[in-house]
């Protein structure tokens, strides 16, 4: 009997191994995955910006007496709109180690929805000149629990998502509505959409949906970025379709403050 008793543990422990053994292959698998999108992702998102930066620089430093000064100014403007392009990629990537090392402790205070939304708004403001913004927050929303400076942060993300993927002067739409201990945030586009099966595929670090890869840009972070922050702050994010129509919708809970944490 402890013969085959001390058989079967030994295939037992044989097929933890095995199972073990896949698992770190998975695990290595996907580190792999990630490290080469990481590789690509920032010789292109860093390489393409300096080399316009670059450009422009050089032609200013070597030509600047003979050229106009409409040239002259767009070369600076390229300059400057590269430069912040390569600064939103750094951020992203300083937001996303945030998450990765567990370094991030949210600061969570009793913050009003409308006075964030407004930041970030102003924030987005010149991406979504062309759009028409709709704000729909219920009257007498109730204080949410969040870290103001993260929350800005995803709202801003999905506006310059609604503003990117969905066509000039359509209309973005912000809601938000208060139920059982959370609110419900949406934002709303009248874009092209998320194919059924990238709808949980886009909050992953890197992934971009096909046919809006064309889209300039783009780094794979924003979603990841904002699923991480929302819920580190005790929410969730969730991606859909509209079904009136085309385009993406949202979807983010927060708790709201409790009146029994205030001491
Ligand atoms: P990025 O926009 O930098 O590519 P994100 O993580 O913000 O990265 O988004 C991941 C992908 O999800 C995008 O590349 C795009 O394919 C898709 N996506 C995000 N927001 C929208 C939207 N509002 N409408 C359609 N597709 C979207």
């Known amino acids: 009997l402890f013969n085959a008793l001390a058989d079967q543990a030994a295939v037992a422990i044989e097929r933890i191994q095995l199972v073990a053994d896949v698992d770190r292959a998975k695990l290595a698998t996907e580190a792999d995955r990630l490290r080469s999108a990481l590789l690509t992702s920032i010789s ?74 407004g930041a970030a708004l102003r924030r987005a403001a010149k991406i979504t000149a062309g759009h028409r913004i709709e704000l ?17 942060q995803v709202v801003f993300n999905l506006l310059d998502n609604a503003a990117k993927y969905a066509p000039q002067t359509s209309t973005i739409t912000l809601k938000a509505h208060a139920r059982a201990g959370e609110i419900v945030i949406e934002v709303i586009d009248e874009g092209p959409g998320i194919p059924a099966d990238d709808l949980e595929r886009v909050f992953d670090s890197f992934t971009r949906v096909e046919k809006t890869d064309q889209v300039e840009a783009g780094t794979g972070l924003g979603l990841s970025i904002c699923r991480g922050f929302v819920e580190a702050m005790g929410g969730t994010i969730l991606a859909g379709n509209r079904r009136d129509r085309s385009g993406a919708v949202f979807t983010i809970t927060v708790p709201i403050r409790e009146e029994t944490e205030l001491s």
């Open 44 to 117: 292109h998102d860093l390489k393409t910006p300096l080399a316009a930066i670059m450009g422009a620089g050089t032609t200013l430093r070597d030509y600047a007496p003979s050229l106009s000064d409409p040239d002259r100014a767009e070369l600076l403007q390229t300059v400057v709109d590269e430069s912040e392009r390569l600064n939103r990629f750094i951020a992203n990537l300083l937001d996303m180690t945030r998450i990765g090392s567990g370094a991030m402790a949210p600061k969570l205070v009793p913050s009003e929805l409308g006075e964030i939304v």
């Open 136 to 152: 729909d927050l219920a009257s007498g929303l109730p204080l949410l629990c969040v870290d103001p400076v993260l929350f800005e």
